[in-house]
Each structure stands twice: as C-alpha cells, then as structure tokens.
C-alpha cells in the first residue's frame, strides 16, 4: 500500500528553527509537496520537490531524497503565525497526491 | 471573487436529507477535485474532474454524488449520509491534474455535521 508517515505533533520555540520530517512509500514518484494548514482553514501551497537537494524560499526550505523515500520541512526564525499543521504529499504513478495526515506545530514563546 | 470558493460554510443535516455542497473556482484552472478530511486522518480523494470529465472516483459510497456542468463549477450532491460522514469537505483546483508540478488551490471547505 501507499503511505505517508510523518510526526503528529512537534512543539517549538519562537525564533528557533524546526525541522518537520516526511516519510514515503508510495506507487511511482511524480513530486512531493507540503502545505500549510492553520486550524478552520484552507491548506496552502508552500514548496513543491521533484529533484533531490534543497529548495529554499524564504524562512522556509523544504529538502528531498528520492533514493531514501524522505523529505524534511525546514522553518527558521520562528512566528507565533507559523502555528499550524504542516502537510506532506507525495503525487503517485498516476498522478494522485497521497496526504499524510499533517504534522501540528506548537510555537511557543 | 478570487481563488476557490465553497458554500455553505457550515451544514448540519439529517441522514433523512438530500443537501449539496458548491466550490467554485476563478482561476481558469481545467481540474478540480473533492476531499474529505477528517481529524487526524490525512486527505481523502473522493473526486477528481478534468475538463469537466471525471477522472477518478476513489471507491467512495453512492450516497455522494458529484456533477461538474463547467470547469469553473463542482457540486457535491448528498443523501441519507451517516454520521460518519460528518467531516470538512475541501474542494481544490489545479492547472492541470497530470502535471507533476501544479499545486492544488483550496477553498475554505464545507463542515458537514450529520445527525
């Protein structure tokens, strides 16, 4: 079967940095992404992987390796805003994204 | 109007009650999809549309009925629902649904309560 797997919950400190892990095992590989979702709304769209390596955009960089099925989120100088669930999917061999069920960030002053 | 659109916001119905839900979508993307999310469960794909065609249907019961008339429109079309049913129904558009690379747009989602 396909799978997502990734943390349920990580707590952080304000200003500091988090890393929040993303595991797959999934039917093909056509790209992994990862959203943001603050609780009663939308997910929103923050990076998009299909190469190995890094991507950065901002305070937020999101890293990639196909070979070993793993992707990380990475946010850095931390905001009381950046209290959300964060979301990896994996679009499969037939180009359906497969969700894992979000990791809930908890900053913390 | 801008993005992905969806009403009502909030619905609460019987399992007796036939009810749908809109998304509408002002992006001229040619995709456009249902989910359902649960808490603490990831995304289900219930629906994807291309073109106004359906695509895929991922084995979801026949008490959810979708229709698209137009790539700007999706509607949900429910009855006798269970309780279990209730849930935050998402609707999302993308460029594409075969591009690897085209994020999905959400709307803000239908919370569904079934008594």
């Known amino acids: 079967g396909q799978n997502i797997d990734q943390p349920t919950e990580m707590t952080a400190t304000e200003g500091a940095i988090v890393q929040i892990n993303c595991t797959y095992q999934?039917?093909?590989?056509?790209?992994l992404f990862w959203y943001q979702q603050h609780a009663g709304e939308a997910p929103t769209f923050l990076s998009y992987n299909v190469l190995d390596g890094l991507e950065e955009k901002g305070r937020f960089s999101s890293f990639l390796s196909r070979s070993k099925g793993y992707s990380y989120l990475l946010l850095k100088e931390l905001q009381m805003k950046d209290s959300a669930s964060y979301l990896c999917?994996?679009?499969?061999?037939?180009?359906?994204?497969?969700w894992g069920a979000g990791t809930k960030l908890i900053i913390k002053p | 109007e801008t993005g992905v659109t969806q009403t009502p916001r909030h619905l609460v119905m019987g399992m007796t009650n036939k009810k749908s839900l809109k998304c509408e979508q002002h992006?001229?993307?040619?995709?456009m999809y249902w989910y359902k999310q649960s808490a603490k469960k990831p995304l289900e794909l219930m629906f994807v549309y291309s073109l106004e065609e359906r695509v895929e249907n991922n084995s979801v019961p026949s008490r959810f009925s979708p229709e698209c008339p137009n790539s700007s429109h999706l509607f949900l079309h429910l009855h006798t629902l269970q309780p279990e049913d209730s849930a935050l129904y998402l609707c999302?558009?993308?460029?594409?649904?075969?591009?690897?690379?085209?994020?999905?747009?959400f709307g803000p989602g239908t919370r569904l309560t079934v008594t």
């Open positions: 999917a994996v679009k499969d061999s037939n180009y359906q994204l497969i």
């Open positions: 999302a558009s993308s460029q594409d649904w075969t591009g690897g690379s085209y994020e999905q747009y």
């Open positions: 992006l001229g993307h040619n995709a």
């Open positions: 999934t039917s093909g590989f056509n790209g």
